[in-house]
Each structure stands twice: as C-alpha cells, then as structure tokens.
Nanobody
Framework: QVQLVESGGGLVQAGGSLRLSCAASGSTFSINAMGWYRQAPGKQRELVAGKTSGGSTNYGDSVKGRFTISRDNAKNTVYLRMNSLKPEDTAVYYC??????????????WGKGTLVTVSS
C-alpha cells in the first residue's frame, strides 16, 4: 500500500499562485507515475498533471502553460506549481500515484485531497 499526503491548498485571489506538495510513503517501489487530479463541485474528476519516474509529463488542456508539475523521486514527493490562477481552477485537488499506464488504466492510490479556492 501507498499513502499519499497533500499540503498547500488554500484561498488565493485570481491571478495569484499556489504550490501543492504530496509526499508518498509505504510501498513506493510499486509506483511509477505521480500526479494531480481535481474535482470541482458538480463536475467530474479530471487530470491536472501527471509525471512518470522517467520524466514523461502530461497536462490537462485547461492548465497548460499555467501549471507545472515537478517531482523529487528520491523523496517520493510530487509538486504542483499553479500560476495565473482563475476562479474556474477552484476544486479539490487530489494527489495520485500509479503505474506507467496511468493515462489508460487510471491511478492506483489517492490522497484525501486539498481544497484550492480562487476568488475573483
């Protein structure tokens, strides 16, 4: 089992920035990809960004150019730098971890989520 603990959410004004962090513990040898998903009220959960241990990165269309995912493999930690935040970025952000095929098969492990609220 892998445990994921997120931190860094909060309230920010539109145009501002936040950085989320997620630390993995437990059977971390079993994971390859780590990433972030989000779910806004009344909407489906969507991929924000994912990154494999080899460095391959994927972003959701709505955050490309504004958000950056990074990863410290030695610390089993993944980060999400969010710039130029918009009110529509308001959501619960979930850290997730899984295998190399996460885009097809989904992630295997999930954090509890951290709320990001962007005020206009």
């Amino acid at each position: 089992q892998v445990q994921l603990v997120e931190s860094g959410g909060g309230l920010v004004q539109a145009g501002g920035s936040l950085r989320l962090s997620c630390a993995a513990s437990g059977s971390t040898f079993s994971i390859n990809a780590m990433g972030w998903y989000r779910q806004a009220p009344g909407k489906q959960r969507e991929l924000v960004a994912g990154k494999t241990s080899g460095g391959s990165t994927n972003y959701g269309d709505s955050v490309k150019g504004r958000f950056t995912i990074s990863r410290d493999n030695a610390k089993n930690t993944v980060y999400l730098r969010m710039n130029s935040l918009k009110p529509e970025d308001t959501a619960v952000y979930y850290c997730a971890a899984g295998g190399l095929g996460y885009l097809i098969h989904g992630m295997d492990y999930w954090g509890k989520g951290t709320l990001v609220t962007v005020s206009s």
